[in-house]
């Protein structure tokens, strides 16, 4: 009997698909697929969510010492001619960040070995219609071990696994495969 189901697809395509569709269902909170597919990602999000848990509070809070550019009342940074070149001015400013204590840190490299880098666009509303921006500018990457740590883990701190229930809403039409929506309890 076999440790894993295959879906018709070679080791490098799986691994891609299933990487792909558990980075989704940890972004959006919900997914749609067929139930094959849904157990497989089941088993790969909750050992995630799990260690998530697990680690959510191992971290020490440290304040450092950052330059940051000074802005004038447009939000424009301020510069300043020194020996004829223009040159930006900075205040240095405490500001307190959470460092990673070793077991948390290994737990956000395991993360990332699983989960795909997310970028999410800004959608804005114009004339009435919501518009998805595809400039650069607007683009901004997300942080998904920090989402996992700071808002998914909480949520679950006193669950002991099931983090995600699969729900059968019929077959598909083309291939007549059972669809699921998998997603966050």
Known sequence: MAMYRKLGKSSAQRKALLRNQVTQLLYHGKIVTTEARAKEIRKIAEKLIAMAVREKDNYEEVTVKAKVARKDENGKR????????KRTVYDEVDKTIK???????NARRQMLKVLYPVTSSETVRKDGKLVTSNKRKDKKEIDLPAKMFEEIAPKYADRNGGYTRIVKIGQRKGDGALQVIIELV
């Not at 301020?78 to 070149?85: H, I, L, R, S």
């Open 78 to 85: 301020v510069k300043e001619v020194v020996d004829g070149k």
């Open 99 to 105: 460092k990673d204590l070793p077991s948390r840190l």
